[in-house]
Antibody
Framework: QVQLVESGGGLVQPGGSLRLSCAAS????????MTWVRQAPGKGLEWVSY????????LYADSVKGRFTISRDNAKNSLYLQMNSLRAEDTAVYYC????????WGQGTLVTVSS | EIVLTQSPVTLSLSPGERATLSCRAS??????LAWYQQKPGQAPRLLIY???NRATGIPARFSGSGSGTDFTLTISRLEPEDFAVYYC??????????FGGGTKVEIK
């Protein structure tokens, strides 16, 4: 039974930082392509970032490039998203998911950027 | 960037009716297209991948078709639990990918 559990969301002021975590069970993060997808309140889905199974390939959406960093800890079987210089438009539920087709998703964690 | 346009935005139908949802790509995505279902407060669920393959555990009333730029998700007979928002997604330019804007299937 695969389970992905996100944590780390919350309320942060514009310009602030947050680190999201995604703890995996039933699935080995280091053996899979992993991705972050976000969904602004009442809006559609937006791909944010990707990391390959080897960790050698990392990609970001233009909207977050230079501000967000994806990483993983193989020993903890976890995926992370470090988010810096946060903006109001980054307010969303953030999901981790297994790629290429997103057949496993976490429940999401809400990030609210507001003063 | 490949843009996916879904239509209609909202589809009002009754249980037992047939639903036909469309997804059009701004350029060919071959068969690298998937469909997801999302209910309020839940994560999306993969229904169809590679345009026409049902994901594990997905009922046979869901079917996908198309290739290139035009794709269709068909729900043969709507069950009460099928009223939700549906998204298409392409991964032709993997590892980046894009989603369509969604179609809401609501009870008429």
């Amino acid at each position: 039974q695969v389970q992905l559990v996100e944590s780390g969301g919350g309320l942060v002021q514009p310009g602030g930082s947050l680190r999201l975590s995604c703890a995996a069970s039933g699935l080995t993060v280091s053996s899979n392509y992993m991705t972050w997808v976000r969904q602004a309140p009442g809006k559609g889905l937006e791909w944010v970032s990707y990391i390959s199974s080897s960790g050698g390939s990392i990609l970001y959406a233009d909207s977050v490039k230079g501000r967000f960093t994806i990483s993983r800890d193989n020993a903890k079987n976890s995926l992370y998203l470090q988010m810096n210089s946060l903006r109001a438009e980054d307010t969303a539920v953030y999901y981790c998911a297994r790629a290429r087709w997103l057949n496993y998703w976490g429940q999401g964690t809400l990030v609210t950027v507001s003063s | 960037e490949i843009v996916l346009t879904q239509s209609p935005v909202t589809l009002s139908l009754s249980p037992g009716e047939r639903a036909t949802l469309s997804c059009r790509a701004s350029q060919s995505v071959s068969s690298y297209l998937a469909w997801y279902q999302q209910k309020p407060g839940q994560a999306p669920r993969l229904l169809i991948y590679d345009a026409s393959n049902r994901a594990t555990g997905i009922p046979a009333r869901f079917s996908g078709s198309g290739s290139g730029t035009d794709f269709t998700l068909t729900i043969s007979r709507l069950e009460p639990e099928d009223f939700a928002v549906y998204y298409c997604q392409q991964r032709n330019n993997w590892p980046s990918f894009t989603f369509g804007g969604g179609t809401k299937v609501e009870i008429k």
